[in-house]
């Protein structure tokens, strides 16, 4: 997939509007807990900075009530962090497209950057308004986009704006490029052998990416609750583990086709029980073919995580995409630990998706020990399911 790169885009002292994905995760005074998001978008922001450009910056954070100004939702502390970075003035603008950033944006210098405020105060951004698009795009003669995490949004900023810069005047930042780059590689020429590593909590949320993996991959090794369809859909007693009982026929179907198509489907072997879903719970391994009536699987155990290492051991490229149990208590986070550690050593090619994943291997500390970690958990998700995302189709060439 080829897109319209910011590099050939002759940006030479334009005014750029570049939609960023600064939904950074805070504690309750405000403060940045991971500032990996921001931290991508630097590259994209030094370079238009370079380029002598009067630069407006724009995002969204977190789920406010549109018309409502309410202060924890406020990008203050992104345009904060962004000048420790940057070690420049960022402006902040009051409001998105109202008299606060209208003026800023218009005295706007060479070199000069403006953040707005964050684009969901505004009821537009999420039903990508035309007045709104309209209003967006006039701040600038260039438009990048840059925010692989909203991508799969049709989004105002995302979407919608795109139609009023022609191909000479829009493109992809660096982030979004990479990103774009090592999911096509992934999909469309793995190095081999190449396993996907699917948990997470149902079935449902990555049926559409199991299907779409089945024919692109040699091996699949499924943990986290989703298992359990899986492993009930064959018979097995799974105690009170998470199932979807409606999509039993579908999990049976899915390994048929994998059988069909000679992929190694792999389901857990033993788990870590409890007997409640709660970090005090009382826990036993127990094999998945019959966990007691009354325990629920919350984690892989230890025969699964040995026999996925050794299922591990000759892949070249791995997709990992959804935790191998409720990695967020620790009593059940053993397993997805085990295989963080064990893919971080692996010769191959390592590719995380965001989200829960992100988190996990980032919590390790060994996020430097991946090849790729995506930024973006539901786009990436699409991208698996093989979809083209609607931040990035008009940016294609
Ligand atoms: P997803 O968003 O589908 O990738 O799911 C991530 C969530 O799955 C995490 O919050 C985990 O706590 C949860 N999860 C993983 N394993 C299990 C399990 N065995 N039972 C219930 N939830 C699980």
């Not at 603008?93 to 005295?107: Q, R």
């Not at 949320?205 to 091996?219: F, Q, T, W």
């Not at 489907?265 to 009536?293: C, G, H, W």
Request: hydrophobic share 45%; proline share 4%; net charge negative.
């Amino acid at each position: 997939m080829k897109l319209l790169s910011i590099k050939e885009c002759d940006l030479f002292q334009k005014k750029v509007f570049i939609r960023c994905d600064f939904n950074v995760p805070t504690d309750e005074f405000g403060n940045i807990t991971d500032d990996r998001r921001i931290r991508s978008a630097l590259s994209t922001i030094k370079y238009c900075l370079d380029q002598g450009c009067p630069i407006v910056l724009a995002s969204h954070f977190g789920r406010p009530k549109a018309g409502i100004f309410t202060p924890e939702d406020s990008l203050i502390p992104v345009a904060r962090r962004l000048h420790q970075l940057l070690k420049t003035e960022v402006l902040f603008a009051k409001d998105v497209i109202g008299e606060s950033a209208t003026t800023l944006v218009k005295n706007l210098k060479s070199g000069e950057i403006v953040l707005l405020e964050n684009l969901r105060y505004e009821a537009g951004e999420t039903k990508n308004s035309p007045e709104l698009s309209a209003a967006l795009a006039s701040f600038a003669d260039i438009y990048i986009n840059d925010a692989f995490g909203v991508s799969h949004r049709a989004h105002a900023s995302v979407a919608g704006i795109t139609e009023h810069f022609d191909d000479n005047h829009k493109a992809a930042g660096f982030l979004l490029l990479k990103e774009i780059e090592f999911f096509d590689a992934l999909l469309e020429r793995p190095v081999r052998p190449f396993a996907a590593i699917v948990g997470g909590s149902k079935v449902s949320g990555k049926l559409e990416a199991l299907v779409n993996l089945l024919p692109r991959v040699d091996k699949v090794l499924i943990g986290g609750g989703m298992a359990f369809t899986f492993l009930k859909a064959l018979g097995h007693d799974i105690g009170s583990s998470l199932v979807e009982e409606d999509l039993m026929d579908e999990a049976l179907r899915i390994m048929d086709e994998a059988n069909r198509l000679g992929v190694k489907f792999y389901l857990p072997v033993d788990v870590v029980a409890a007997q409640k879903f709660s970090a005090d719970s009382a826990i036993r391994m127990t094999s998945t073919q019959e966990i007691p009536n009354g325990w629920m699987g919350l984690d892989i155990g230890n025969a699964t995580s040995e026999l996925y290492k050794e299922v591990l051991e000759d892949v070249k490229t791995i997709l990992w995409n959804g935790p191998m149990g409720v990695f967020e208590m620790e009593k059940f986070a053993k397993g997805s630990n085990k295989i963080a550690h064990f893919i971080a050593d692996l010769d191959a090619v390592t590719v995380v998706g965001g989200g829960d994943t992100a988190d996990l291997v980032q919590r390790i500390g060994l996020d430097e020990a991946m090849s790729f970690i995506s930024t973006g958990g539901g786009a990436s998700l699409e991208l698996l399911e093989g979809k083209v995302l609607p931040g990035v189709l008009p940016l294609m060439k």
